[in-house]
């Protein structure tokens, strides 16, 4: 495992980030209470140091898992906890809400889920247009004063929006979505790291697409997250990441590593994210995922795969 220090925070994240929304266990594959509590052990193992986790993640149940194991662990100060408020999970729908009565009460469920008595990074996880900035960020200042978070962070803002929240509160983090197949945020995040944020990416493996084990197209369920969030299930992006799939094929049997170390390789060497968000249900995935530092692209490798994303992707 390689660490990092996470903006100016002065925090020290491992490089590689456990993101739990697929052990939530909406929207994703099935695996047993067992398995996904076994996968943030597993983390924990390896020596990851940072997990990501919501209240929106199915209403809690990702921060319920974390919370039992890092109890029963007994590592809690030895792990970096960072969860969400702004948006929940409601009867199967994400719903955003950035007031300060939810903001506060968000935080208390999250406290109780996770088993602590506070959060190193707390982040509004979705802007909401239809509550004024400073009402949002003052709540965060006042859990601060409390000793309940530690940092703010934001996900999902625009340049814009993080310059808004700024006027009422410091922004130590910020959480976009970058993969070698979605790099339209790379300014932004350039720009983030430049004001010294720890920033931390999701959908580092594309929603699975970059795995490899997707090869051919078929229909998701209305509520899969592979159906509503990620494009790259459906045409045209999917025949366009297939063809990315063949370099990463000629990469990985010269190599003998799988797909999902070739996109977290790429992903790592870009130095201005200082963690990438890796989700996983099983142990078997997060150790192969790990294995990942074991090793590093190089530079023709790295010429091979941006020649290929400029005839594909982007």
Known sequence: MEYTEFGKTQLRVSRMCLGTWGIGGAGWDSYSD???MDAIKAAVDCGINFIDTAPAYNGGRAEQYIGEVVHKLGVRKEVVLAT???????????????????????????????????????????????????????ALNTLKKQGKILHIGVSNFTKEQMEEAEKYCAIEAYQPQYSMVDRKWEQLIRWACAQKMGVMTYGTLGGGILTGKYRELKEYGVDDNRNRFYPY????????????????????????????QIALNWTLQRPFISSCIIGAQSRDKIEENCKVFEWKLSDDEMQLLEQALKKTII
């Not at 299930?233 to 999902?260: A, G, H, W, Y």
Request: net charge negative; with cysteine.
């Open 233 to 260: 299930f459906k045409e045209p992006l999917f025949s366009k990441v297939m063809l990315l799939l063949r370099t990463m094929d000629q990469i990985s049997e010269e190599r003998n590593v799988p797909l999902s």
């Open 34 to 36: 067992e398995s996904r």
């Open 84 to 138: 969400k408020c702004g948006n929940e999970f409601i009867n199967g729908k994400y719903v955003r809400c950035g007031a300060a009565d939810k903001i506060m009460r968000e935080c208390e469920e999250s406290l109780r889920n996770l088993k602590t008595d506070y959060i190193d990074v707390y982040l509004v996880h979705w802007p909401d247009p239809n509550v004024p900035m400073e009402e949002t960020m003052d």
